[in-house]
């Protein structure tokens, strides 16, 4: 079995391919990293990296096994930080982001109960937009955040808010005045699209390319907010399915929004980074799904 210093020791050497960089890091002599690396080749019974006075570079057994070890490692020291949170309990900061206004009440709710909960965490709230929403949880700026279903590549919470679907057109668009339309008003007229940023499924399932029937949607132009979106349309440039939602939050006197008769409802909660899954993340996804059973407060 390895020890920790050997593993840590062989990772390293491998991000940096340097020996005296490698030690720096590591707070030890080169001989000593050197030292280690030979006593693991001796026991591998081959090379793992081809050493000139100038290079350095991984055999293909070396990358064999910093390929197994890493995740490994990265878990072992998951199950450690998890393990130090837990014994600490629920503390430090938790940064938590809506998207869309509608949202904001039931995020308060939640921040409401888990700040009860939990006093001696801090919470940050704060409103993205459309363009940096993913990137927000990506680079680590939000902890969790309040958004509409599907979102791929991050965790989803269960649902916290259902609506139906509606049709925003302009005010004089011909459809403004009908009492519903089906999904297959969208081949007949182009769809304002989201930015390019925005979750791949995300986009499928709010601007299909397709209706049900198989038909092809045109394509709009891009709005990088969901005002400016609702701008695009009020001014003829396409339509765009949005939650009902929309109608209190975003009424303007240039758009109408007409109910879709055949669409599933939107549905939407809290996502979050799966290698961000805190304690205080995960009792905060707890108090957000308990208030909303609770329903609003009194």
């Known amino acids: 079995m390895l020890e920790r210093y050997e593993v840590e020791t062989f990772l390293t050497l491998v991000e940096e391919l340097h020996f005296g960089r490698t030690a720096g890091r590591l707070r030890v002599t080169t001989g000593r990293v050197s030292h280690v690396v030979k006593k693991l080749e001796r026991r591998i019974g081959a090379p793992l990296f081809v050493r000139s006075s100038r290079v350095v570079r991984l055999t293909p057994i070396g990358r064999q096994l910093a390929d197994d070890l890493a995740p490994l ?4 020291d998951e199950a450690v930080r998890r393990a130090t949170e837990a014994g600490r309990g629920v503390t430090g900061r938790l940064r938590v982001a809506f998207l869309g206004e509608w949202t904001a009440p039931v995020l308060l709710q939640a921040v409401e109960l888990f700040t009860r909960r939990h006093p001696e965490c801090t919470i940050e709230v704060r409103e993205v937009q459309l363009f940096n929403s993913r990137q927000s949880l990506e680079d680590g700026s939000v ?3 309040f958004a509409a279903y599907p979102f791929d590549g991050m965790v989803c919470g269960p649902p916290l808010l259902s609506e139906a679907r509606v049709l925003a057109v302009g005010a004089t668009h011909r459809l403004a005045r009908a009492e519903s339309v089906s999904l297959e008003v969208l081949a007949d007229h182009p769809v304002v699209q989201y930015p390019a940023m925005t979750s791949a499924e995300f986009k499928r399932d709010r601007t299909p390319e397709r209706t049900p029937a198989g038909r092809p949607v045109p394509l709009g132009p891009v709005g990088n907010t969901f005002s400016e979106m609702l701008t695009l349309v009020a001014m003829g440039r396409g339509v765009l399915p949005v939650g009902e939602h929309s109608r209190r939050y975003y009424p ?14 939107i549905r939407r909660g809290l996502v979050w980074r799966e290698d961000n899954t805190t ?3 995960r009792a905060f996804v707890q108090a957000a799904s308990d208030a909303n059973q609770q329903g609003p407060a009194a």
């Not at 490692?73 to 072992?76: N, Q, R, S």
């Not at 303007?252 to 409802?265: C, K, L, M, Q």
């Open 279 to 281: 304690a205080r993340v």
């Open 143 to 145: 902890d969790i955040l």
């Open 252 to 265: 303007r006197p240039d758009v109408a929004y007409v109910p879709i008769r055949d669409a599933p409802p």
């Open 73 to 76: 490692v990265a878990g072992v």
